[in-house]
């Protein structure tokens, strides 16, 4: 039976294994960029939202969204390797749009790795569409592919 995750967000309780996770999840073969420190600098941000997903008394996911007027950017999401496929960060996803919505955000911009097939994959099966590919945007080394996901019509 599959259990379906709690999600809240983050506390600075849970900056150290947020940062891990990025490290490990997220940041393989590249710098470390998502500290400790950056992770609560997130967390404590007004205009940022730092999510958790847990189930079992374990944080199996995180996501971090900043916000601006009309557009979010979706800055990382990250699930334990152990814990893909079983629908913790299509929740956690899910849960920051309604956020967004609610926050009149119109689009949600994110990027990835373009070496990683499976989280393009993820975005497009979530209803985002990609926009184009960014050369050498990780470490000045790797290409990113640009998504977008359009929340609602602009306002006019």
Same mark, same amino acid.
């Given at each position: 039976m599959q259990v379906l995750p709690t999600i809240r967000l983050a506390t600075t309780a849970?900056?150290?294994?947020?940062?891990?996770?990025?490290?490990d999840a997220i940041e393989h073969g #590249?710098? *470390?960029?998502?500290?400790? @420190?950056?992770?609560?600098?997130?967390?404590?941000?007004?205009t940022t939202n730092v999510a958790v997903a847990h189930a079992n008394d374990e944080m199996h996911a995180f996501a971090i969204m900043d916000y601006a007027d009309t557009t979010a950017h979706l800055v990382l999401l990250g699930v334990q390797a152990t814990q893909r496929r079983r629908g913790f960060?299509?929740?956690? #996803?899910? *849960?920051?749009?309604?956020? @967004?919505r609610v926050a009149g955000i119109e689009r949600i911009d994110v990027e990835c790795r373009a070496d990683n097939p499976g989280a393009i994959a993820f975005y497009r099966n979530q209803?985002?569409?990609?926009?184009?590919?960014?050369?050498?945007y990780y470490d000045a080394r790797i290409d990113a592919v640009r998504l977008a996901k359009t929340l609602r019509t602009p306002a006019v």
């Open positions: 849970d900056a150290q294994a947020i940062a891990a996770l990025s490290r #590249l710098r *470390w960029r998502y500290t400790p @420190a950056r992770i609560l600098a997130a967390i404590r941000s007004r960060g299509r929740h956690l #996803l899910a *849960w920051l749009e309604d956020a @967004a209803g985002y569409r990609v926009q184009d590919v960014v050369a050498r």
